[in-house]
């Protein structure tokens, strides 16, 4: 597993610009040596999930989008991430580069996975299923944020170098119509347990499943105004009472194997639980290397349990700074309790309840919007007109899933409400073509 690790670790893109060329390292990961048996070609599958909480995507995505919106303060003093909170991006500003080079990287390791499980007359057939309906969920993943953040974007399937060079930029809309394809089939593919590295069921949560992919599905068709289909890929999960539930203490939401969870990934780094924990936690009484806004903040109201769960504060010279507390654990810690939550359960509930409401059934959306409200402590809010639901749907996604993969800033680019709440804040800075990072 090592030396699998260290195998999909060098690979490098070498272009971030319009086109795509990725060097192959001498040891290819599509070699018919790692995929002559369900064990290493599993192995190889999992390297790709180690490399991507290994460079903390999810985290820098976060990072950066929070900044870009209006969750986030930047307190580094690089002239990179300054840009990032002024919204002066340029395409070789590396905290973006940087973005762009991880995505395609592991597209470029599951395009690999791909191409070696097609080709190895060794495994068996569940191992191929599986191995094949993972690859096409990540691979759907990472090129949701690269349409999501970029718009017009290579959908890269293949690790030929000579195609991967020449292929077009395709626009947001086409490359989430790729994804619904990849995920469709992926959901066919994976099962409905979570399994472990020799595809026992029981595993912790961090290999997708067939649920995970229908969460993802169910965020791609509400992108695509597919309310239907957005309603009905979530209730899925959400009906799989067995399996998922929203976690009621607050403070155990992003625990590892939290019941809340559909995918995670699991630590890598020593003294680190996640990179959340480690890089945000304010414990030594200073501002960490960002800090919540302090209108994000005062938008919770004051008996809101989660302001008291998951903010914390420090005052030093007189100035208070906010930080998120989702996640606990800072660095130095002696076990592992806490895994970075990628899709939760109560994202879900809030896509039903925008699906619902913009097809009509406003007392379901009703009811989904309360079951993340009750949980706040918050009382029931009756939805009389979609204005006001989807205003009031609006405001739980900011409050619930703050700092969580960039959706804040998702959001507003999918509503189309980026200039109208961006601009008074961000003032002279702020143009309208900020909306897209650049390429």
Not at 25 to 30: D, F, M, N, T, V
Not at 282 to 301: M, W
Not at 359 to 387: N, Q, W
């Amino acid at each position: 597993m090592r030396n699998t690790v260290l195998i999909v670790l060098l690979f490098c893109i070498c272009s971030c610009k319009k086109f795509l060329h990725v060097d192959s390292p001498a040891g290819q990961l599509g070699g018919a040596e790692l995929f002559a048996s369900d064990i290493t070609a599993t192995s190889a599958m999992l390297a790709v999930y180690t490399q991507l909480e290994y460079e903390s995507t999810a985290f820098h995505i976060a990072s950066v989008t929070g900044q870009t919106s209006d969750e986030l303060l930047n307190h580094r003093t690089s002239a990179d991430w300054i840009a990032v909170q002024a919204n002066s991006l340029t395409a070789d500003n590396s905290t973006i580069s940087r973005i762009w080079n991880r995505l395609y990287k592991s597209i470029y390791q599951c395009n690999a996975v791909l191409s070696g499980i097609e080709s190895s007359g060794a495994l068996s057939p569940a191992t191929r299923s599986i191995l094949r309906g993972e690859a096409l969920f990540t691979r759907a993943w990472c090129h949701f944020y690269l349409a999501s953040l970029f718009s017009h974007i290579p959908y890269v399937t293949s690790t030929d170098p000579f195609i991967n060079t020449s292929l077009s930029q395709i626009a947001e809309t086409d490359a989430y119509t790729h994804m619904v394809t990849d995920l469709e089939e992926a959901r066919n593919l994976l099962k409905e347990e979570y399994l472990t590295a020799q595809h026992i069921p029981g595993g912790e949560r961090i290999r997708p499943n067939r649920y995970a992919a229908e969460a993802l599905l169910s965020r791609i068709y509400l992108y695509q105004r597919n309310w239907p289909a957005a309603a009905t890929a979530a209730t899925k999960v959400i009906s799989r009472t067995n399996q998922y539930s929203l976690v009621n203490d607050l403070s155990k939401v992003f625990l590892k194997n939290s019941t809340e969870a559909i995918w995670q990934w699991q630590p890598t780094i020593v003294g680190f639980n996640t990179y959340d924990g480690g890089m945000l936690n304010s414990s030594l009484n200073t501002p960490s290397y960002i800090s919540l806004t302090p209108k994000l903040y005062q938008d919770f109201q004051l008996d809101d349990a989660r302001r008291q769960q998951w903010i914390r504060q420090t005052t030093v010279a007189g100035q208070t700074y906010y930080w998120p507390f989702k996640y606990r654990v800072g660095q130095g810690a002696s076990s592992i309790t806490e895994y970075s939550i990628i899709l939760r359960l109560s994202e879900q509930y809030l896509i039903r309840a925008e699906a619902r409401a913009r097809g009509g059934d406003l007392p379901g959306s009703e009811e989904d919007l309360y079951m993340i409200r009750s949980r706040a402590g918050l009382p029931r809010v009756t939805l009389t007109d979609l204005p006001t639901a989807l205003e009031l749907i609006a405001r739980e996604r900011r409050l619930e899933l703050f700092t969580e993969t960039g959706d804040r800033w998702l959001d507003l680019r999918r509503t189309g409400k980026v200039n109208d709440v961006l601009a008074p804040i961000k003032g002279a800075n702020w143009a309208a073509t900020d909306t897209l990072y650049p390429i």
